[in-house]
């Protein structure tokens, strides 16, 4: 017989109990001193030097008798450990000699002792058998294999398109702002695939090595789901694009909106633009012209004293000369090389290379990230930030900067103020006719038809002022205490600010009276503060 790990096998004596040891072979593993104790005491033997042992065990080469105790006990049969996996699909047993004179396990008992332990699924005979015609001890030996799950798979969508770009421009090494490749657009021809769902694959159940059943993990179904201009396939699995246009993901929806394309310039060839959709301009959009598009704005060449006006983005790879007449409107974001005597107005961001003599107006930021990064001139107006390398010139031409309130806010504030006061005004005109024409009758003088109808005009005016007046002070006094407590946004100088700028946080004014570098500016209390970066 020929055995590969170390055992131990009893030997029962008059005058007390020993132990023989196999040493390993052909490189097995050597006796576990532990697992040595515990076989001990399932045997019923309590007393012995376990050190001892040990120490003896440990020196063995060859075989050995060891004494373990002088309590005689009777006659061990063999005896099996059985351990499952944590998974409960493996069942492991290990076999102990008999004593010398004890009996072996049968197979009929080995199955017998799985079954004690509930072990019913997966059992091998054959490996059971092999075991009984040629015993190895000590060893784990699988005997028993459940059934195991196949896990199935979620639907999987695979889009074919970027699902996100980004109107940022790349900043380069040499610190200059490349705005060519900006990836906000990202085009597709009638006929191309858009997205591939592939669907789910259903698991298969398993089995235990105790016969219980063990279910997959449910999978997930999906669906494609997508807007106008796009084509399914019968099977469901695929959509395709109907038209030359922009392709978006909104959520886990595809949507292609069309694209007009001017070859050439926007001037009198083509007329003023109004679109629902993107429009994407290859040359110049020349002075007194006017884009309105739904979608995005994409436009290669200089705008001149045009009007653009944007449901989505405005992208220009040049810039603005706008001449004092320039106008650019866009719900998102505005990204372009330069600004230069315009209106430019964003609902979230405008990036520039730079900004002279403009009134810029974002929700969210302006940020002025070209290798000079300039911010000359004009009123520079944005709900949580603004940043530039430069903020002025050494001529202190003024430049005011307003961060800490959205500006629609300050708008609809300042609409108010107007407001207000002219219908105070108007008022106060009303009640001077009533006034007047009171006077006349109190003075017992017969009023004229054109007096009747004027006092009830009159009458009638005062009591709809009055009704605007009252809503309109009420949502002035909201903005107002929101201005006084909006504290929040900064203005961010990564190279100099120069006298002439002048800093509004809320309702805080900074002038900056002389040159600083590399500082930002923000509210404290009710100052302005300038900490460094």
């Known amino acids: 017989m020929k055995y590969t790990n170390s055992f131990f096998q009893l030997d029962i004596r008059e005058n007390g109990v020993y132990v023989h040891i196999y040493p390993a072979k052909e490189g097995g593993k050597k006796i576990v001193i532990q697992e040595f104790a515990e076989y001990l005491e399932k045997c019923g033997i309590h007393e012995y030097n376990l050190s001892q042992l040990n120490t003896a065990i440990e020196k063995a080469k060859e075989e050995v ?120 657009f990202t085009s597709v021809k009638a006929g191309d695939l858009l997205a591939e769902m592939i669907p789910e694959v259903q698991g298969t159940e398993g089995v235990d090595v105790y016969g219980n059943v063990v279910p997959p993990v449910r999978v997930k179904p999906k669906a494609l789901k997508h807007g106008r ?99 650019l409107e866009a719900k998102h974001d505005i990204v372009t090389k330069f600004l230069e005597s315009c209106t430019v107005k964003a609902g979230n961001t405008i990036n520039t290379g730079s900004s002279l003599h403009s009134d810029l107006t974002a929700g969210d930021k302006v940020i002025v990230s070209g290798r000079k990064g300039f911010l000359i001139g004009g009123t520079i107006s944005a709900g949580k930030r603004i940043e530039a390398s430069v903020f002025g010139n050494k001529m202190n031409t003024t430049t005011t900067l307003k961060v800490g309130v ?50 009830k005009q009159s009458g009638e005016a005062i009591k709809t002022i009055n009704e605007a007046l009252e809503a309109e002070s009420s949502e002035y006094m909201l903005l107002k205490k929101l201005i006084e407590e909006n504290t929040g946004g900064k203005i961010v100088v990564n190279h100099t600010i120069f006298p002439g700028v002048c800093i509004c946080i809320s309702n805080r004014i900074h002038p900056i009276k002389d040159v600083r570098s590399r500082c930002q500016f923000r509210a404290d209390g009710a100052d302005v503060v300038s900490t460094p970066i």
């Open 229 to 327: 201009n796009i084509r399914m396939s019968e099977d469901k699995t695929k959509i395709y694009s109907e038209v030359d246009g922009d392709v978006k993901l909104e959520g886990d929806t595809v949507f292609v909106s069309d694209t007009y394309t001017v070859p050439a310039d926007v001037d009198t060839s083509t007329g003023d633009i109004h679109y629902n959709g993107n429009v994407y301009v290859a040359g110049n959009v020349r002075s007194g012209f006017t884009i309105e598009a739904t979608g995005d704005v994409e436009i290669n060449g200089v705008v001149e004293g045009a009007r653009i006006v944007s449901g989505g983005n405005i992208v220009m790879k040049r810039g603005v000369q706008g001449m004092g007449k320039g106008y």
């Open 406 to 455: 959205e500006p629609e806010v300050m708008e609809r504030f300042k609409e108010l103020t107007t407001t207000i006061k002219e219908h105070q005004d108007e008022l106060l005109e009303h009640k001077q006719v009533l006034e007047t024409l009171k006077k006349k009758m109190a003075e017992g003088l017969k009023l004229l038809p054109n007096q009747m109808v004027m006092a």
């Open 65 to 184: 008798d060891l004494f373990v105790t002088s309590n005689v006990i009777s006659e061990v049969n063999e005896m099996a450990k059985v351990r499952v996996t944590d998974d409960k699909m493996m069942a492991i047993i290990r076999f102990y000699p008999p004593s010398k004179n004890g009996k072996y396990m049968t197979e009929k008992d080995i199955h017998n002792e799985l079954a004690r332990l509930n072990i019913t699924n997966g059992i091998s005979a054959k490996v059971i058998k092999a075991y009984t015609m040629g015993q190895q001890f000590c060893r784990d030996i699988p005997v028993a294999k459940g059934t195991p799950v196949v896990q199935g798979k979620d639907a999987q969508v695979i889009y074919k398109f970027e699902t996100s770009p980004t109107a940022k421009p790349k900043l380069l090494e040499d610190g200059s702002v490349d705005f060519h490749e900006l990836n906000l």
